[in-house]
């Protein structure tokens, strides 16, 4: 494919000269340098040095001629503190709704009372306003920013079907219980139980000893599992490792990724929850990366949690965070049970890794260099470029492009101007 008939079809339309979109003549252009982006910024092009207007705000260049907008990471703070706002005024008004709901207005004085409000929340209606509410409410902020964002919706969150078949999907999150095993034993062996993991867990059996286990376990395991994965890795990480892994690589990608766990964890509340919980973190953290999408994360994150539910319940003569060890504890039957799932998870765990490598993160385009001026070397630094972690604007190609039929990394023919990106949103 010739660079400049890449960079004609690519990037084509008026100059800004004539008051409309801004673009690039036929004539094959001089792509401008990485710090031509602001206002006022003089823009190469055949005919002569083109001003960008005060006020305007232009894409960041890339290489091969397609354009994209820097990557910003101011929105994140905000989206995180209202999240975390919301999530407190969610599980307020959840509790309080959940007293009226079973008790009336009288029964607010209950609210002081810590074991009458435990078993309010415990009952099967207090569980439901006090889990699903937050978790929708922890959720919006992050919803509301990928609305306003100029990169579509559905690949803003990476709801997208990424590059893992199916059945890896599946391996991977069947990996998960292993891994909180190994963090609940080593964490509760450090720093004792958690008083709310253990108020939790009595709530848990209580409500399966009435024969709501099952619904019980889905509940826990799909509003968590689809509402935090939204926030953390979908908007937060994908987020970080667009901008941090286009300027530091795979060291950028993995701070992203120990960062977004980090959030993660402390949104648990809980010093000793949290700390449990941040291994799980970086695994659905690795996941959302290696697979493109969150929605491998989001199965392993419901695994997790449906099968934490089942083990706090089916598993009554242990302690929470304690493997059971023989008949005095548990009966034989459960205990195999659970060693085989833990074996079945090990299993699950090495697969994971090493299928993934087979199924690697396709090669994104890097931000354009100076080197890349010349005739042909941007589209090749561009096709042999490591990959940032996440899509951005123009990483892949639109539907019915040449350069999607190919797998061309630096060739999308039809690739067009996001107008949108010059607006400022997040």
């Known amino acids: 494919?010739?660079?400049?008939?890449?960079?004609?079809?690519?990037?084509?339309?008026?100059?800004?000269?004539n008051g409309d979109s801004p673009g690039l003549d036929s004539s094959g252009p001089v792509i401008p340098g990485p710090d031509a982006t602001g206002p006022g910024t003089t823009w190469p092009d055949a005919a002569g040095g083109?001003?960008?207007?005060?006020?305007?705000?232009?894409?960041?260049?890339?290489?091969?001629?397609?354009?994209?907008?820097?990557?910003?990471?101011?929105?994140?703070?905000?989206?995180?503190?209202?999240?975390?706002?919301?999530?407190?005024?969610?599980?307020?008004?959840?509790?309080?709704?959940?007293?009226?709901?079973?008790?009336?207005?009288?029964?607010l004085a209950t609210v002081r009372d810590p074991k009458k409000l435990m078993e309010i929340m415990g009952s099967p209606v207090g569980l439901a306003l006090t889990m699903v509410l937050p978790q929708m409410a922890l959720a919006v902020p992050a919803l509301l920013a990928a609305a306003l964002s100029p990169i579509p919706f559905l690949r803003r969150l990476g709801l997208v079907s990424g590059h893992w078949p199916l059945a890896l999907w599946g391996v991977a999150a069947m990996a998960t219980p292993i891994i909180g095993l190994i963090s609940s034993v080593l964490v509760t062996s450090l720093m004792g139980e958690s008083e709310s993991l253990n108020d939790m867990t009595e709530v848990f059996r209580k409500l399966s000893a009435s024969g709501l286990l099952i619904p019980l376990a889905i509940g826990v395991g799909l509003v968590p599992g689809v509402c935090e994965e939204l926030l953390f890795r979908g908007y937060l990480q994908?987020?970080?490792?667009?901008?941090w892994g286009a300027s530091w690589g795979s060291w950028g990608t993995a701070l992203s990724i120990l960062i977004t766990s980090a959030i993660f964890a402390a949104f648990h509340l809980d010093l000793v929850h949290s700390v449990g919980v941040f291994a799980l973190g970086l695994y659905l953290?690795?996941?959302?990366?290696?697979?493109?999408?969150?929605?491998?994360a989001m199965l392993a994150h419901f695994v997790n949690n449906f099968l934490s539910v089942l083990a706090v319940t089916l598993l009554p003569g242990a302690d929470p965070g304690e493997i059971p060890l023989g008949e005095a504890e548990v009966p034989a039957v459960q205990v195999l049970a659970f060693g085989l799932v833990m074996l079945l998870s090990v299993s699950c765990l090495l697969t994971t890794f090493a299928v993934a490598s087979f199924h690697r993160r396709p090669a994104a385009i890097r931000p354009h260099s100076p080197a890349s001026d010349q005739p042909g070397v941007g589209?090749?630094?561009?096709?042999?470029a490591p990959s940032n972690g996440y899509p951005n604007e123009a990483d892949?190609?639109?539907?019915g492009d040449p350069g999607r039929e190919t797998g061309d990394a630096g060739g999308c023919v039809n690739e067009e101007i996001d107008v949108d990106s010059r607006r400022g949103l997040p």
């Open 396 to 399: 892949t190609c639109p539907a």
């Open 238 to 243: 994908s987020r970080l490792a667009s901008a």
């Open 285 to 296: 953290g690795w996941i959302a990366w290696a697979s493109g999408s969150i929605l491998p």
């Open 379 to 384: 589209l090749m630094a561009a096709a042999n």
């Open 50 to 107: 083109e001003t960008v207007p005060p006020g305007v705000r232009f894409p960041a260049p890339i290489a091969g001629g397609r354009w994209q907008r820097p990557n910003r990471i101011w929105p994140l703070p905000p989206v995180v503190l209202a999240s975390l706002v919301m999530f407190l005024v969610a599980s307020i008004v959840a509790t309080v709704l959940a007293v009226l709901v079973q008790k009336g207005p009288g029964g």
């Open 1 to 17: 494919m010739d660079p400049s008939s890449l960079r004609r079809d690519a990037v084509s339309g008026p100059h800004p000269s």
